[in-house]
């Protein structure tokens, strides 16, 4: 298990779910939120969270509700239609410091709206 296991209340993807941040929103239900990437990495990048409290996909992935891990699931190709991303897309979750996990509210990055290319560049 990877070493960030006490979630903190003081990221950002907290504050946004509080409101105390603003946020562009694309979908959002009970379970879940998604929002437009401040800094975003292709022409079309979104932002998904749980709107409970986990710190990372390993985190949610061992501890979470099976009802919230379809909610999150099932929001993917949701959000995939309501931003046209018929000719593919790509999720990334970054996981722990050499995941490159910046935030530590568990998220998924929805990329797409040109050809990405290769998943890593050498
Ligand atoms: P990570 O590196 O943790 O996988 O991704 C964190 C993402 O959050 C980055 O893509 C970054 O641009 C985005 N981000 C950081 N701060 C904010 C913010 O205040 N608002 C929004 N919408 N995105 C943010």
Known sequence: MIDIKNYNKDNVFGKILRKEIPSDPVYETEEVYAFKDINPQAPIHVVIIPKKEYCSFDDF????????????????AIIADILKLKKGYRIISNIGDFGGQEIPHF?????????????ITP
Do not use: D, Y
């Open 107 to 119: 998220h998924i990055h929805i990329l797409g709206g040109k050809r990405l290319g290769r998943i």
């Open 61 to 76: 992935s061992r501890s979470s509700e099976e009802k919230t891990i379809l909610a999150m699931i099932r929001s993917i």
